[in-house]
């Protein structure tokens, strides 16, 4: 890539307020930075002919068990199949090599539907083996966001995490720059799940690392009667470096304590319905003020990494619930999976916006395809029209990474090849 260009003619849904929305509208880029959104920008280098295209940043998914891809669409067709009976089963049996190449399949995949910034819930990490293999794959791949450390499937919930290796992990790959566009943080047992004696610890050594803590809370009812999320701020654990996932069942005291708090909310609404844990509270956690995003959790259970039929089943989720169409606008919708998810993810002054001075994570979406033409609205057209298929440019931290509706620089064909084999071998043993 030039180190400086203008992404040119677009219709530009910068996601600031303070930019606002322009047709006909320029993105100029240098070194990866955006140094200026408007019309008419004159800058060296080459046009990115943006002509018939929407602008808009990239997708933030908030929480992914990425190393899952190894085994996507394989759950829920039998007792053995169950989604936590088959992690623990394939889980047990990953060698680190399985780990990296569910990850690499999963962050192409991102990457090819418009999503640039993942969390990586790494929820197997029997090793220091695995924990190098999964940053490998996002060494190799190269989107931004984070990878939180997760203890391995079939852990007892009784016994804390290698917090050890939590510092080597820190000390080796994030300390000296391997990942710069990655951060680490833990993912930790709530309050209710482990003892005190384990969530505790856990929580203290990643502050004291200065490492972001989510947590999977208040997921069922029988884990809303425990009161997790009541039980964090009681333990002072929410702070804006806390993000808690999925949080179907809360007290509205729970709710204001998490907003008042900082901390925030991460939904996955397929996941949740597919392994019939319920809906997904959009419509309280949107009258709490609770700082709401979205996610796709486990291509186990739900198949696909099209973060965009989440936005449309969230807006689908609000107005069914609110029983009122009006209820819930789609530019509110994009704002959860924007500029609100790279927020919460301690990223909001980086990306997630079009911003001059934030980095160039951005998507060019073709207006003119039959699956979303014609375009009115533009906020309804990505939200309730747009697919994966319809992303024609994908540019991370700068660099072009998908173009003319193709990925560059990656083998996709060998990735599947050797993801679909490393399969065949985990089945096996």
Request: with cysteine; net charge negative; glycine share 10%.
């Amino acid at each position: 890539m030039p180190h400086e260009y203008v992404v040119s003619g677009g219709y530009v849904l910068s996601m600031d307020p303070g930019v606002g929305d322009l047709d006909g509208g320029d993105v100029h880029v240098r070194d990866g930075d955006i140094v200026a959104v408007g019309r008419g920008l004159e800058a060296p280098g080459p046009r990115i002919d943006a002509a018939g295209m929407i602008v808009m940043p990239g997708l933030v998914d908030t929480h992914w068990h990425m190393w899952t891809t190894l085994y996507r669409s394989m759950a829920s067709t039998s007792p053995e199949t169950a989604y936590f009976a088959l992690n623990v089963a394939n889980g047990v049996r990953c060698l680190p090599g399985d780990l990296y190449q569910g990850v690499r399949l999963a962050l192409v995949d991102a990457l090819a539907c418009g999503t640039t910034t993942v969390h990586d819930w790494s929820h197997n990490l029997r090793s220091p083996e695995h924990v190098d293999a999964v940053l490998r794959a996002h060494h190799e791949v190269g989107l931004r966001g984070r990878v939180s450390y997760g203890t391995p499937q079939g852990h007892p919930l009784t016994e804390v995490t290698d917090l050890d290796d939590l510092g080597r992990t820190k000390a080796e790959w994030f300390d000296g720059g391997r990942l710069p566009l990655m951060h680490l943080g833990l993912a930790g047992r709530p309050p209710g799940l482990s003892p005190e004696a384990v969530f505790r610890p856990e929580y203290d050594a990643a502050r004291d690392l200065g490492l972001p803590v989510s947590y999977h809370a208040n997921t069922t009812r029988a884990h809303g009667e425990l009161r997790m999320i009541a039980q964090l701020a009681e333990q002072s654990m929410l702070t804006p470096d806390t993000q808690l996932i999925h949080a179907l069942y809360t007290t509205e005291a729970e709710r204001d304590a998490v907003r008042e708090s900082g901390a925030s909310v991460s939904i996955s609404p397929w996941s949740e319905l597919l392994i019939g844990f319920g809906l997904a509270p959009v419509r309280e956690m949107e009258a709490s003020g609770v700082l709401l995003t979205l996610s796709i959790d486990t291509q186990s259970l739900v198949g696909s990494g099209d973060l965009w039929s989440v936005l449309k089943l969230t807006a689908g989720l609000h107005r069914g619930v609110a029983e009122d169409e009006l209820s819930l606008g789609t530019r509110r919708v994009l704002e959860m999976a924007t500029i609100d998810a790279a927020r919460s993810l301690g990223l909001g002054d980086v990306v997630g916006s079009l911003t001059p001075g934030k980095r160039a994570d951005l998507l060019l979406v073709r207006s003119h395809d039959v699956a979303v033409a014609p375009v009115s609205e533009v906020p309804n057209s990505l939200v309730l029209a747009t697919g994966p298929a319809n992303v024609d440019t994908v540019i991370v931290d700068g660099v072009v990474r998908k173009r003319g509706g193709r990925l560059v620089g990656i083998d996709t064909e060998t990735v599947v090849a050797q993801t679909e084999e490393a399969l065949a071998a985990l089945v096996a043993r």
